[in-house]
């Protein structure tokens, strides 16, 4: 069969369950914090914090990241660099361009008042 032991099946039993746990009071504390008067700024990012911290739990335990070799952490941190550099060309190159006037483009029609 699998050749592991009750207690061995019983303790990762009880790993998942505690994980779920963690998952649920996460997902009651998403929902709480919704309704928290916060504007929109510190709002998305404790909602990112929060998903990024279940996320985390289910990649580690549910798809059982955390019995993986070196490699693969290697790998998703460079996924992890490539995404940054692919997010701030864009972000730098609008920053840059930010107030400048486009050239050939038509005018802005006066506001009625």
């Known amino acids: 069969m699998s050749g592991h032991s ?3 099946i019983q303790a ?3 790993t998942y369950l505690m994980v779920f746990g963690a998952l ?3 997902t009651v504390v998403t929902v709480a914090v919704s309704y928290l008067d916060l504007s ?3 709002a998305i990012t404790l909602a990112l914090i929060i998903a990024s911290i279940k996320g985390s739990l289910v ?3 549910f798809m059982h990241l955390l019995d993986e070799r070196k490699l693969i ?3 998703l941190l ?3 660099a490539f995404f940054i550099v692919l997010m701030a060309v864009p972000a730098a190159t609008i920053a840059d361009t930010t107030g ?3 050239h050939g483009a038509a005018p802005a029609a006066p506001a009625e008042h």
Request: no cysteine; glycine share 4%; proline share 8%.
């Open 6 to 8: 009750p207690e061995e």
């Open 12 to 14: 990762e039993v009880r």
């Open 24 to 26: 649920a009071v996460l």
């Open 40 to 42: 929109s700024g510190p």
């Open 59 to 61: 990649a580690a335990y």
């Open 73 to 75: 952490y290697s790998i």
């Open 78 to 80: 460079l996924t992890v």
């Open 100 to 102: 400048t006037v486009i």
